[in-house]
């Protein structure tokens, strides 16, 4: 099983959330009903998918042989780049986490840090999307030794095949399917 395009398969399937997003901040914009269970979903997409699936896959495999292999150029790319990207998302999603909290006690302003919080989530995504498939992906792919990919892909199958077991990819595609339906 190739790692890098698994995901980036993956990643394809997380802008299509990020878009399901935008959309549903653009409806809270507009005054539309607002569906407190659907914000939820989407954060346990992020949690459960896009960091939990996705993201834990890149620091345990790809990014970690990077770091091992690549010297101190490897080092700062997936140390200073991707993971404090990765921790940032972290941290916009617990902010949406309060701000929903908030709303469900009344506080109609908190809208407002709902919709910068995940809007602000989708804006780094989408950059930190398109720089690991157009600089970091390739970038390791061509400079790890063949041996190292080699374990990678062979991992990257155990944990893909893991997940199939608690049907982790089909919960998430299903989710962003019928979440498309209702905001697009
Ligand atoms: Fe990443
Ligand atoms: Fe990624």
């Given at each position: 099983m190739n790692s890098i395009e698994v995901m980036v398969k993956e990643h394809e399937l997380i802008s299509r959330m990020l878009k399901v997003m935008r959309q549903a901040c653009y409806g809270i914009l507009k005054g539309e009903a607002f569906c407190l269970g659907d914000f939820y979903e989407m954060i346990d997409f992020v949690k459960e998918?896009?960091?939990?699936?996705h993201h834990n896959k890149e620091e345990k495999f790809l990014f970690k042989a990077m770091e091992e292999h690549l010297g101190a150029l490897g080092q700062k790319l997936i140390r200073m780049g991707m993971l404090v990207e990765h921790d940032l998302g972290r941290l916009y999603m617990s902010e949406l986490r309060e701000a929903l909290e908030n709303l469900k006690a009344?506080?109609?302003?908190?809208k407002l840090d709902v919709i910068a919080s995940m809007i602000s989530y989708t804006h780094l995504l989408e950059r930190h999307i398109s720089k690991e498939n157009d600089v970091v992906y390739p970038f390791g792919e061509k400079q790890l030794p063949k041996d190292v990919i080699e374990q990678i892909h062979i991992q990257t199958e155990e944990y893909e095949m893991n997940a199939l077991k608690n049907g982790v990819q089909e919960k998430y595609e299903e989710m962003v399917k019928r979440l498309e339906e209702k905001y697009s």
């Open positions: 998918y896009a960091d939990g699936h009344g506080n109609e302003e908190s």
